[in-house]
């Protein structure tokens, strides 16, 4: 006797089909999975077995064996367990075929025969969509970030004795609802009015944040550089419900929350941090810290106390805006449109150019220490900001007027105006490309005489050149102008200037 169901597993940021074939012949009494099972999934038959037994079904005492196909594909994670065990009651009579009807089931089983959450519902809900599913029998608890999705017809289970009595029809079919919705949102953090003095500080930040440029910060110790970064959340717009359902999806993946994300996210990872848990990857191919902080910010503090093979993974995804990870046993992409802040002493010691303490760095220390970071990182970064020590008769006055809400209103703006400039949500000035700048952003014949001459002093790379532009041209978004003036490039070229040894 042969049960067939097909079911779908999250795999990397879509999902996989699976058939769960089951087959019951004579012999001694076994239960066997085949098909690239990882460990999880192989442990499903003691998860499966003891469901059904404690919801009062039988168990065949015969040689039972289940295939996922295709058998080429590494199956991971503990979501083929109800399809496993529907498959199993197909077997042994308790259900027949027909039962199931044209639906997906997915969910983890408790020992008592509980469904219990999984991790990429929306993977699973999304792919079946996509394949034309009308339902999906999933559990209660997925509810929430399942019904993220739209148009498809969603069935929370509690149990495997409840799902049997739906199929049957023994009871009233449980109504799609939405499950009450549990939001992960962020601590209160600072705000700009929590910084006294740095005017132009919080300018390059609020230019950094508007067209979601790469910032970098460096300076003496205490100059308020973490301080800046962390502000960063606080004057991010709201995302849209498309920009919730990706963040969400991605958050899924990578743990089991069932929240939903509705804040731009703020990742700060410790500069201890490997390769793998920033880029992503791992035995079970996860999204890393860029793919997190995707549509918000990854601040790396101390930059140059990073591996620096970590800092040199980082360069294709802050070109490309995605990470293609790939290993012997699958080839997975995960977006990665995050904002880069960094911040860094200019010096071992950390007070190099500091008027008020000695450098007692040697320069060969400080060479060492600067080439941490190599040209092709440094390249990639739009602005920098050499931040020197705050005023200290400033620091305990209060602001007359809050800087806050006027920043964040400004780039609220900026977000919109780049919203109909490229005629989508989650796009900036930032990502414009070469061809789109040749073709759709005109520079004054003063303006570019002026641009050219100063990129030829500065010695500026072609890259250089084009980040110089996409800068001025969130300048004078902010300056609500149409057109790139000259007083736009020179304030973009002031934020080219690097550290110096």
Known sequence: MISKITTIIPFGFSGETIDVEGSLTHGLPSFNIVGLANKTVYESRERVRSALKSSGFTFPAERLSINLAPADLAKRGPHLDLPIALSVMILSGELHQEDLGDAIFTGELGLDGSLKPVRGIINIVEKAKTLGYKTV????????????????????????????????????????????????????????DYISGQDQAKRALEIAIAGHHNLLLF??????????????????PPLSQSEQVTLTK????????????????????????????????GANGLPGEISLAHLGVLFLDELPEFPRNVLEALRQPLEDHE?????TSYKITYPAKFMLIASMNPCPCGFLGDPV?????????????????????????????????????????????????????????????????????????SYMNNKFIREKVVLLPETKTFLDSAADRLNLSPRSYFKIIKVARTIADLDHSENISLNHITEALSYRQTFNT
Do not use: W
């Open 250 to 281: 991605i958050y899924s993946l990578s743990s089991n929350s069932q929240q939903i994300v509705v804040e731009r996210p703020f990742r700060s990872p410790h500069h201890t941090a490997s390769i793998a848990s920033i880029i992503g990857g």
């Open 219 to 236: 300076g003496p110790p205490g100059t308020g550089k973490t301080l800046l970064a962390k502000v960063a959340p606080s004057l991010l």
């Open 357 to 429: 303490k000695t450098c007692t760095c040697t320069p060969s220390q400080i060479q060492r220490y600067q080439k941490k970071i190599s040209g092709p990182l440094l390249d990639r970064i739009d602005l920098f900001l050499n931040l020197s020590r705050p005023d200290r008769n400033l620091l305990l006055d209060r602001p007359k007027t809050s800087l806050q809400n006027v920043v964040k209103n400004n780039i609220t703006e900026v977000f919109e105006c780049q919203k109909r400039r490229f005629g989508v949500s989650g796009m900036f000035n």
């Open 323 to 327: 990470i293609s990870i790939s290993r």
């Open 137 to 192: 029998f999933l559990p209660t608890a997925n509810l929430s970030q399942a019904s993220l999705v739209k148009n498809i017809d969603l069935i929370g289970i509690k149990s495997l004795q409840e799902l049997f009595l739906v199929l049957k029809r023994q009871t009233t079919r449980p109504k799609a609802k939405t499950a009450p919705q549990t939001i992960l949102t962020p601590k209160n953090g600072p705000t700009l």
